[in-house]
């Protein structure tokens, strides 16, 4: 299994940025997403990344806002939040799929296999 920390979460004020990281640690896997759940809704996909060859997707709420990215060297992938808005108050959660990614990149719930403790990211007007 795969451990994984995340860290970079906060307050933050409209139009402001933060950098999410997750750091792991254990066996190797092929996907990274993040996801997010706000109070009362269901976890929700925001972008999604090949480990290997480093292709990207993207939630339609975030593109051209977020940035997903990873550091091989460091074992650790990175979420760039920029122009924050209030509906980006939620908990983030990096998650990883240790199985293989053929093609389609992962963005469902079921589709990762370990998951960090999740981080606060609030945004105010």
């Known amino acids: 299994q795969v451990q994984l920390v995340e860290s970079g979460g906060g307050f933050a004020q409209v139009g402001d940025s933060l950098r999410l990281a997750c750091t792991t640690s254990?066996?190797?896997?092929?996907?990274m997403g993040w996801f997010r759940e706000a109070p009362g809704k269901e976890r929700d996909v925001v972008a999604s990344?090949?480990?290997?060859?480093?292709?990207?997707v993207y939630s339609d709420s975030v593109k051209g806002r977020f940035t997903i990215s990873r550091d091989s060297a460091k074992n650790t992938g990175y979420l760039q939040m920029n122009n924050l808005r209030p509906e980006d108050t939620a908990t983030y959660y990096c998650?990883?799929?240790?199985?293989?990614?053929?093609?389609?990149?992962?963005?469902?719930?079921?589709?990762?296999?370990?998951w960090g403790q999740g981080t606060q990211v609030t945004v105010s007007s």
């Open positions: 254990g066996r190797t896997f092929s996907s």
């Open positions: 998650a990883v799929r240790e199985r293989s990614t053929v093609w389609a990149l992962p963005t469902t719930i079921s589709e990762f296999d370990s």
């Open positions: 990344i090949h480990w290997i060859n480093g292709r990207e």
